[in-house]
C-alpha cells in the first residue's frame, strides 16, 4: 500500500523550529545529567575488579552491600545483573591485591551467614589501563567528527559539513544523556556502538546532502525551503 504518492512534497521545513527547540531541551537535559550523575563508566574504564556470582532465590542487595561493608569492601558497587538472581559487584583497585584473593575475600563475606552463593566470573582492569581507554574512546569520536568534518566539506561544502557534525554532535550527546539518565553501564562495547551510531548517521547525512545539491542545482527558482522539502521527500 502506498501511503504517499511520488508528487506529493511533505513539508519537513514547518517543523523545523518546535524540532530545534526539542533538540536544545533535549542536549541541555543531557549536559545536565552527565554534570550531575556522569557515566555509569564500566570496569573497563575505572579499572578495579568485577565480580559475578549467582543466588538460588532473589539476591537481597542492601543485605549484601551490608555483608561487603562488614568484610572492609565500603566501595563496592552492587547491582543485579540480567535477572534478581544474578549480582554484579565492582571493587575500585587495591595496590598489592590480586583479582583472585578479593574473589575469594568476597565469596567469604557473602556465604558467612550460610547462603549458597555460585562465583559466575571474576575480571579485573587496572587503573592505568581503564585511565588510557577512556583517553582513547574520547579521542576515538572526537577524531571520527573531525575526518567527517573534513569528508563532508570535500565532498559537497562547508555549509553541509557543519549542519551534519551538528547533527552527529546531537545524536551522541543525546546517546550519552541518555545512558547518564538511566545510569546503564557504560564499556567498550556501548563505546562500540555510540561509534556506530555516528556511522548510521553519516550515511544518512551524505544520502539527504547529495540529494539536495542535486535539487539546487536543477530548480534554480525554487526557494531553499520549498527545495529542501522535495530533497526530504
Not at 583472585?100 to 551467614?113: C, K, W
Not at 553541509?160 to 547533527?167: K, R, Y
Amino acid at each position: 500500500m502506498q501511503l504517499l504518492k511520488l508528487s506529493d512534497t511533505v513539508n519537513f521545513m514547518r517543523l523545523r523550529i518546535p524540532a530545534m527547540v526539542l533538540s536544545t531541551v533535549l542536549i541541555l537535559g543531557s549536559f545536565v545529567s552527565l554534570g550531575v550523575n556522569s557515566l555509569n563508566w564500566g570496569l573497563d574504564f575505572t579499572g578495579g575488579t568485577l565480580i559475578e556470582v549467582g543466588y538460588e532465590d532473589a539476591a537481597n542487595l542492601e543485605g549484601i552491600r551490608a555483608q561487603l561493608n562488614e568484610a572492609n569492601f565500603e566501595d563496592a558497587i552492587v547491582q543485579n545483573f540480567g535477572s534478581s538472581q544474578d549480582v554484579l559487584i565492582r571493587i575500585a583497585p587495591r595496590d598489592g591485591v590480586k583479582a583472585v584473593t578479593i574473589g575469594e575475600q568476597v565469596l567469604a563475606a557473602l556465604r558467612a551467614d550460610g547462603t549458597e552463593v555460585d562465583m559466575r566470573r571474576i575480571e579485573f582492569v587496572g587503573p592505568n589501563v581503564g585511565e588510557e581507554l577512556t583517553e582513547q574512546g574520547g579521542l576515538a569520536m572526537l577524531v571520527a567528527l573531525l575526518c567527517i568534518l573534513v569528508y563532508v566539506a570535500m565532498r559537497f561544502e562547508w555549509r553541509f559539513a557543519l549542519g551534519s557534525v551538528s547533527a552527529l554532535a546531537h545524536d551522541v550527546i543525546l546517546t550519552l544523556g541518555l545512558f547518564s539518565v538511566l545510569q546503564i553501564e557504560f564499556d567498550l562495547t556501548v563505546l562500540a556502538a555510540v561509534l556506530a551510531v555516528i556511522g548510521y548517521s553519516l550515511n544518512d547525512t551524505i544520502v539527504v546532502c547529495d540529494r539536495i545539491r542535486e535539487n539546487f542545482r536543477k530548480i534554480r527558482k525554487g526557494e531553499p525551503v520549498e527545495i529542501i522539502n522535495i530533497s526530504l521527500t
